[in-house]
Antibody
């Protein structure tokens, strides 16, 4: 059974960079796209972007200038960096596996608060 | 690009059937059979319920079914149970550089 686990700071100061890592267990990270999705409190889901195990990426145009994703296949991990954060970036961040252009496995989510 | 349009809320009594709609455009819902549906209970991660418009992952109850007509996809839940009370989100692949659009979510209340 594939499991995903997000990790990273729960509090980030405005203008700084949010950094999260997703660790995949119970299966290989290779040959899949892996996405980051976020959800502000009480609101809907927003796709941030995805990375293939080759390192190929696609980002949501609304966030593209601030997003960087990377993958470490040796550790079965992939990561998200979001720069110049503001309060509007406060949300629960999920990592997810993409299969057949849907998201079949999700992490439990991690709350990131942007505040000084 | 705008999110897909879902009703904010739907409700039904145990045993009844309900349908949640998800309306997009010919660039997303109407153009591809890559619509998926997710169930989210409070404080939990979303769970995939339907993929590629009408396919159920292993382990998902056959009370859940999906369909599409034109630019509108639908999720139908039959034989409503208390445990079905949750938020439901649709998503679709899109030709825009956004790649994936989500609906705004629908809160299902089981009366």
């Amino acid at each position: 059974q594939v499991q995903l686990q997000e990790s990273g700071p729960g509090l980030v100061k405005p203008s700084e960079t949010l950094s999260l890592t997703c660790t995949v267990s119970g299966g290989s990270i290779t040959s899949y796209y892996w996405s980051w999705i976020r959800q502000p409190a009480g609101k809907g889901l927003e796709w941030i972007g995805r990375i293939y195990t080759s390192g190929n990426t696609n980002y949501n145009p609304s966030l593209k200038s601030r997003v960087t994703m990377s993958v470490d296949t040796s550790k079965n991990q992939f990561s998200l960096k979001l720069s110049s954060v503001t309060a509007a970036d406060t949300a629960v961040y999920y990592c997810a596996r993409e299969k057949d252009l849907s998201f079949d496995y999700w992490g439990q989510g991690t709350l990131v608060t942007v505040s000084s | 690009q705008s999110a897909l349009t879902q009703p904010a809320s739907v409700s039904g009594s145990p045993g009844q059937s309900i349908t949640i709609s998800c309306t997009g455009t010919s660039s997303d819902v109407g153009g591809y059979n890559y619509v998926s549906w997710y169930q989210q209970h409070p404080g939990k991660a979303p769970k995939l319920m339907i993929y590629e418009v009408s396919n159920r992952p292993s382990g998902v109850s056959n009370r859940f079914s999906g369909s599409k007509s034109g630019n509108t996809a639908s999720l139908t839940i039959s034989g409503l149970q208390a445990e079905d009370e949750a938020d439901y989100y649709c998503t679709s692949y899109t030709t825009s550089s956004t790649l994936f659009l989500f609906g705004g979510g629908t809160k299902l209340t089981v009366l």
